[in-house]
Each structure stands twice: as C-alpha cells, then as structure tokens.
C-alpha cells in the first residue's frame, strides 16, 4: 500500500515497486527485444536495421556504404542502445554460416566460423542483400502498422511485409526473462512449397506427415547430417523436440595403409576452432589412441578438418569415440518460441506456417487496397483530362480570363463542373500533352486502369483469387532465391558404440592392489628395473594381488563390505613400481571400515563363464556367483556395487576365491571359537549378485567366522596353517576337520583350556608346499617364518608357541610372504 505525504513523496512497499518494475521491464525485453515475430521472423532490431537501410537507399542494387553510418542511422532514429549490440547484430544477418538466407550483404572480415570477430564497423562496409529487399518490398503501399520511434519524431514499421517466410528460412535464437528460443534454419524453396500445398488444400485439415514429405526438416547453413525423424516430428507438433546432430565425415585412405578422416561439414553453431582444439586434446593427452596429427585445411571453398590416423587402427571406432566426445556430433534442440499477437507462444509448424499465411494475406489486401485507391484517384484525373479535348477551346479561353492559378482552378469547377483535383491537373497540364499521340495515350491508360481496379475488386471480393495471387508470388520468390538442401536427413539415430580394445593401445603391465587398498599400475620397463620385492606400500600393508595384465583386460576388486569394483586396467593410475599407488578411498564412495579382501583378473580373451567367485560372510553365509556376472555399471568410476547383501552391519566378507567348474572343491570354514567343518562346494548353489547366500556353517550366537577358504581335492594332503590370538600357531591336515553337511555346526579343533582359551584369527590353505609366512603385529613389527619350519599336529592340539612372540606385542593377522606372492603370480 502507498500513501501520499504532504511534499508529494510516495511510500511504497520495496517488494512490491521491484516486482512492478520488473514485470515491466520482463514484458518488454520479451516483447520489443529477445523474441522474434511470428510474421517477419525478426527481432526489433534486426527490423530496425533493415528499415534503416531501406530508407537510406543502402539496397542491393546500390553500392556499398560504410557499417558505422548505417550504426548510427539506428541508433539516432530507431534503437537509442549500444553500437555494439546494433553492430553484432547486423554482422549476425551477414554471416552466411548462421543464416540460411543472409539478409545483409558485407564487404569486409565479418568474423569466421572459428569465432573470430568481425573487424570493427569504420572498417566494414554493407547493404541489403537481394533477398531482404523481398522483406521490405510493398512496405510503403500502407501493408504494414506503423508506430513513433522512441522520441516520437518519425515513425518505423511494426513488422515488415516479408514476401518469404523468414521465420522458418533463418531461424532465430534469444533469450528473455522466463523464455528462450531456438527456432532451426530451413530451405526456403520447402517451406515455400509447405505453404502453397496449404493454400491448396485448405479445405482439409493440416496433415503433418504430408508436410513432412515437402518439409522433411530443418536445413542447416553448415550443412551436416540430422538424425532422428521423430525428434523432428515432435518439434513440429508441440514446438519442442530434440534431433541429433553431426558432422560429414568421410575416411580417405593415404600411402603405407594409413587412412585419414576428413570433415567436410561440422554442426550447425559449433566453433571449429574449439573443436579442432579439442580434437587436438585427445590426441595429446593420449585418452584415444590412433590420431596421428589434426589440422585445419579449409579454405574460401569450404570446411575441411583433417584428422590423420595411425596405421592398423579402425577408422570406424575412432570417428565413434569422436562423435561421442566431440562436438563433431551435437544435440540439437528444438523450442520453437515466437511472438503472436503480442505473446510469447510455443509454436508448432502448423501456427507458424499459417501465422505467416495471415500475414501475408492482409499484406496483399491492403496492398490492393491502397493499389485500388490510387489507381481510382489517376482514372478521376485520366478522365477529367480526356474531357478537357472535347472543349479545349472553351477551357484554353477562361484560363486566359483567369487572374491567376487559383482562380483559373475554382472557374474550371464552377463553369465545366471540373472536381478540384481535374482542375488541378489541367491547370499543370503542358500544351505539348495536347498532341494526337497523348490522347491516345491517355485512353489506354483509362483502360488499363479500368482492368486493374476490376482485378483489385476481384482479388477484395474473392479469396480463391486472393491465394491465387498469394501463391504465384511465392512461387516467383521460389524461383529467384532457392538453393539445394544442404543438410541430409536420416530416419533413426545412429547408437555409438565403442569397443574399447580398438581404442585403447594394447600394452603390457604390472598390477599391483594391497591390502589397505593401495592400487596403481606400472610399466614392465619400470617393474624390471626395480627390485620386484621393493613395492611401495606402507607400514603393516602388503600386496594381495601382483599380476601382468593387458591394458584391454579389466580387474575386480571384493571387498569386506559386500560390494565390488569392476575396473578396466587402462584406468588404474600409472604409477612407479617403488611409489605408493592411489588408495582407493580418493576415486570411490567406501564405507567406514571397508577394506578389500580379494582381487580377480578379467582377461579379455578368456570366456569366464564356467568361473565362479566363492564369497563366504562372518555370519556364516556362503555363495557361488559367476565371474562374468561381475561387470562394468554406469558409475563404476566412483561407486561400488553389490556383490554379495550381508546380514547386518557387523557381518562382512571373510573370504573370496576362485572356483572353476569342471573341478571338485572342498569348502573349509573355522569359527573365532575354533569350531571346524569342511563339505563339498557342490553343496553350495549358484546365485546371482546381490543374493545373500546360503547358510555355509551353524554359528553359536557368541561367535564367528574367522576363515574359511576352498580345497582342490585334487591336491594331496592339503593342509592349513592357524594363527591363534595368543601368539600360538598350527598346522595341521584338513582331514583331521571332520567332514559333514553343509549348515552343520563342526567340531572342536584347538584344546580348550580354562585360562586364558585360545582364539582363532586367522587361518591359510597350504596347498603350494613349503612357502614363507609373515604374521603380524599391531606394532608394525612382523615375524617371518617357514611354514615347514612348524610341525605338523593332531585336532585338539593347540600347536606351539611363535619364536620371538615378544617382537609383535599383540598379533593380528598373517599372510605369504610377498616375495613368493610374487613368484606364484
């Protein structure tokens, strides 16, 4: 609420004067600024522009004359803006890479498709193209609304008459306050026939799809490939839609086998700088191998980008990966925004072809209107001047009596019953026009008058004739101003699918993933180099997977917490065989705790489809899943996924091992209260991931798995090391763990005592014969040893104690050896 105080001073709500003052400025950057008219297809000033140069006499057939006077002429009389702001614009109507018909014709550098601009306008010089002299035809003959300028001194036209449908032909794009547009470019001859099948057929109702035939879509000065007819289809229908667009590439093959890709025609409003120099990226930063060199080889004749490939690399690949990762294959979306009636409407192809059609139909009947008017108004004069003949004598001797001009007018009307505007002319009629010849003349001219006013009449009085005369002049702008399509249509958009293998460069390396979660991947020039027991890693981690792959191959990664992490060797980081790799804590979201507890190869050559990963939880819980069932999902590069779902925040995975089918394998699981029991796999199913498995081992409440891992029975006389959490440690033959069914509670295999009871933490399959040890302990110290070195024991026997158990305060774990780690490997 305002109120008026005694000094005339107004107080009013702050929100409700910025919200005023907004909305005014809202409607008018969206009426009279950003948004083209549905009519015309031009912004106000662009129509400013245009109208400037008309009324100058800066036109087609004239010469050209300096930008910045044009400039100026708008801005004093039209546009009171920024030069900048008038000049962009008119360089914008010039640049025949925007514009399908460019409506201003410029001497000079008026930018480039790279993004250069255009030189500044005291240097430029331009005047109105031939087809903008089809705008403003006809726009003194009262076609069109006119209104004051700014200050109210001359006036300017509201639209222009636009004898073409300029909408569709150039396109336009702008934004305003709550609305933006992107209306394509078309081919003009189309859209003129579009029209006249319209008004040909205006007795049925709009067939899209018919028009589709003559209008297949939209007509790009940078020519280029669009995909997606149904993305077309949809922005013709609703105003909104999306097409795929890209470029024209061929592949020319070169000396030696090479073969290089040569674009010839790029996206409609791509920078071809910025493309190039993105092209040029990937080549430098190696993200796709293949690209030998990237140069720009256009000249005045036209664009040709040329990227040199490699030898024995698939052309076909390459231009996928670019499509998808370049601006060489770009979205295009369609929101068709235009003023109607003074509003912002989003239109179909329907409106705005029959917008136009209006339009153009109260151009051509105030036009003959205006026509009929002024031909009448001469037929008056003609007459009046045949009549004069008949009595030229009379008329000759009373001008002569007349005392002056006036007076010889007003004596004309009174004594011969002349009008004022036949006395007028016969007062200013030379003697010479008395001849035989004139008369004749003007009695031709009364019949040709007579014939036109009767077609003005006909054309007011009959809208069959009035299409008739609207359609023969389109199809005369048709045939002076149309061009070939240049941009081609295909019916469905092409899926880009990639294969790695082709792009990636085949190279060998040494993968290393420790326990703590340190991975990386290094060169075999830099594995061979160094001592291969030196590997980076901290103090209390040790390596748990060491393995030459292919750059082509993929590893995943189990972790403690049930999830998993499928990962292309490509991607490891590339580090030094002494430096610490990257934790996996910086690339992926991991949960408080979470460690991996195994890691698998992937090879790409090999078929893992009679390959299963055995998963065994501390609850219990066992699994088989297929290995390929492991694969890559969308956020690989920063999530986990799940492998196996776990009963509680407390469960987690104890145990992953590979398993093939055509083996036989024996499950073996110990508790933390050193219960014991070993069955057939065959007992355990295969499932899917997620699934949480089945139940591997009957747990007391008080107590857990704390190993557990799977025998080929192949193997003679496995057995298994046991490290127990007073230091003590054990080894013994897995036939002494008594074999039952699966889900059964097992036996006792250390003695229990009373004071003090020992524990089992840990426990390792010794299936490779003698190998070396390293336990741990929560000091950073750790002890190696044999694992011959300690002798062999019976079931209920608590093995024996560690020599220099005193070096590792409290133990914790045990593990190989990472020397011979490296040597199973």
Known sequence: MSKQSQHGVQELNFSSVIGDRFGRYSKYIIQDRALPDIRDGLKPVQRRILYAMYNDSNTAEKPYRKSAKTVGNVIGNFHPHG?????????????????????????????????????????????????????????????????????????????????????????????????????????????????????????????????????????????????????????????????????????????GGKKQLVVSEIPYDVNKSKLIQKLDEIRLSKKLEGIADVRDDSDMNGVAVVIELKREVDPDQILAYLYKHTD?????????????????????????????????????TRRTAFNMKKDKERLHIVDGLIRVVSILDEV?????????????????????????????????????????????????????????????????SNPTILNNVLINELKEVKKKYQSPRLTQIEAKV?????????????????????????MKRTSVRSFTASDTTDLGSRDLD???????????????MISSKGNYIHLPVHELPDIRWKDIGLHWSQQYQIQQGEQIVAVFAQKDSIDYSEVAIVLVASSGRIKQTNLDQFITYRSYKSKTSIAMKLQDEKDQIISAQLAKTDHKYQVVMMTHRSYGLRYDLEQVSKQGLRAQGVIGMNIKNDDYLAAAFIIDQTIERP????????????????????????????????????????????????????????????????????????????????????????????????????LKMLDEQ
């Not at 614009?89 to 640049?95: E, F, L, N």
């Not at 997977?545 to 082509?552: K, M, N």
Request: overall charge negative.
């Open 83 to 255: 030069d900048s702001s008038v000049y962009d614009a008119m360089v914008r109507m010039s640049q025949d890479w925007k514009n399908r018909a460019p409506l201003v014709d410029m001497h000079g550098n008026k930018g480039s498709m790279d993004g250069d601009p255009a030189a500044a306008m005291r240097y430029t010089e331009a005047r109105l193209s031939n087809v903008a002299m089809e705008l403003l035809r006809d726009i003194h003959s009262d076609t069109v609304e006119w209104m004051l300028n700014f200050d109210d001194t001359i006036e300017e036209p509201r639209v222009l008459p636009a004898r073409f449908p300029n909408l569709l032909v150039n396109g336009a794009t702008g934004i305003s306050a709550g609305y933006a547009t992107d209306i394509p470019p078309h081919n003009l001859g189309e859209v003129i026939d579009a029209l006249i099948f319209i008004l040909t057929h205006q007795d049925k109702a709009f067939d899209l799809d018919r028009i589709m035939t003559i209008l297949p879509g939209p007509d790009f000065p940078t020519g280029g490939i669009i995909q997606g007819k149904d993305g077309i289809r949809e922005a013709y229908q609703t105003g909104q839609g999306k097409v795929v667009l890209r470029s024209k590439v061929e592949i020319e093959a070169l000396k």
């Open 328 to 364: 060489l294959q770009v979205n295009y979306h369609f929101n068709m925004i235009a003023i109607h009636n003074r509003r912002p409407v989003l239109c179909s192809l329907e409106q705005m072809l029959k917008a136009y059609i209006d339009h153009q139909k109260e151009i051509i």
């Open 396 to 460: 000759i001797a009373m001008i002569r009596q007349s005392e002056n001009k006036t007076d010889a007018k007003q004596n004309l009307v009174d004594e011969f019953g002349f009008s004022l505007e036949q006395a007028e002319a016969i007062v200013m009629l030379q003697l010479y026009r008395l001849t035989n010849t004139d008369i004749v003349a003007l009695q031709n001219e009364k019949l040709e008058l007579n014939e036109r006013i009767h077609m003005y009449e006909n054309i007011l």
């Open 494 to 518: 092409e899926a880009l699918t990639i294969e790695t293998s082709v792009l990636i460069p085949k190279e060998q390396v040494y993968v290393s993933i420790t326990k703590e979660g340190y």
């Open 542 to 556: 040790y390596p748990i997977f060491v393995q030459e792959l292919s750059t082509h191959d993929s590893i995943v």
């Open 719 to 818: 057995q298994t090391f046991i490290l127990t959490q007073r230091g003590n440690i054990k080894r013994m033959d897995i036939e002494e763990i008594a074999e039952a069914r699966r889900g059964s509670v097992g036996t006792l295999i250390l003695k229990e005592v009373k004071s003090k009871p020992h524990r089992i933490i840990d426990a390792l399959a010794l299936t490779k014969g003698n190998i070396p040890l390293v336990v741990q302990g929560d000091n950073g110290q750790s002890v190696e040893l044999m694992a011959y070195d300690v002798g062999i024991t019976p079931r209920l026997n608590n093995g024996s104690q560690l020599q220099e158990i005193g070096k590792l305060a409290k133990v914790i774990g045990m593990h190989p050896a990472r």
